[in-house]
């Protein structure tokens, strides 16, 4: 289709993002998107539905993977790698997204407890989960977006930066303890799921420029002629 837009790194509210899966290829289309890749975190959406609602639109069926990376200089960090193309039945991938959806209470509770004692009661984990029924992946955004929503921050990314997020002030930051997957296992499963391994946000990282190069090796060797960055 000529003018076609592709997007191929998008979240729903299944995870950190505002609309739900229709609404989002619905917002797609009418935007000019011709293939899209739905990406919610540490999922895999059935597309079936999907494809026959939309039967001008290429939906590519894919995930976004969190990994622990261990850096040469010892430093372990937090990584999002994409899968694109994948088999969501595959069992390999299946155990990896499983791995990955542990029991996060006490870690987003850490987090509000943080905020209440700064005066920026945004309530309980089971108010905000029940708040965000469709959610399969609950944690900080659906509380930066219940911040915004009662006025403690102008948008979720001031969440971020003032209070949870890695970078910025971090008045309420919590290391997140969850031990997912490694970088290799994730790539591992991606290509044995017949997937492309996309490295996310690469400067998202809190890596110098040496430490962004080596991870760039490092996601070569693993993902080898499939290796793709964005």
């Not at 619905?26 to 293939?35: E, K, L, M, Q, V």
């Not at 079936?48 to 261990?70: D, G, K, N, V």
């Not at 994948?86 to 987090?111: C, F, G, M, S, W």
């Not at 070569?220 to 793709?228: F, H, Q, R, T």
């Amino acid at each position: 289709m000529k003018g076609t837009y592709i997007d191929l790194h998008t979240h729903s509210c299944v995870s950190d993002g505002n609309l739900t899966p229709m609404e989002l290829l619905t917002a797609a289309r009418d935007a000019g998107i011709g293939i899209l890749a739905l990406t919610d975190h540490n999922d895999t959406e059935d597309l079936t539905a999907y494809r026959a609602a939309f039967p001008e639109m290429t939906l590519i069926q894919a995930s976004e993977i969190t990994c622990r990376y261990h850096a040469p200089d010892g430093t372990e960090h937090e990584l999002h790698v994409v899968a694109l193309g994948i088999d969501p039945a595959n069992e390999k991938l299946q155990a990896v997204l499983k791995h990955n959806q542990p029991d996060r209470r006490p870690y987003l509770t850490a987090i509000l407890d943080k905020l209440r004692a700064l005066g920026r009661d945004v309530g309980t984990y089971d108010e905000l989960q029940a708040a965000n029924p469709e959610s399969r992946h609950f944690g900080r955004m659906q509380i930066a977006k219940e911040m915004q929503r009662r006025g403690y921050v102008a948008t979720a990314d001031e969440a971020f930066d003032v209070y949870m997020g890695a970078h910025g002030q971090r008045l309420a930051y919590v290391a997140n303890p969850l031990k997912y997957v490694t970088l290799e296992e994730a790539v591992e499963a991606i290509l044995d799921a017949g997937g492309i391994p996309v490295l996310a946000h690469l400067y998202y990282y809190l890596l110098d420029a040496e430490g962004e190069r080596a991870l760039v090796r490092r996601f070569k060797e693993l993902s080898g002629e499939k290796a793709a960055m964005e």
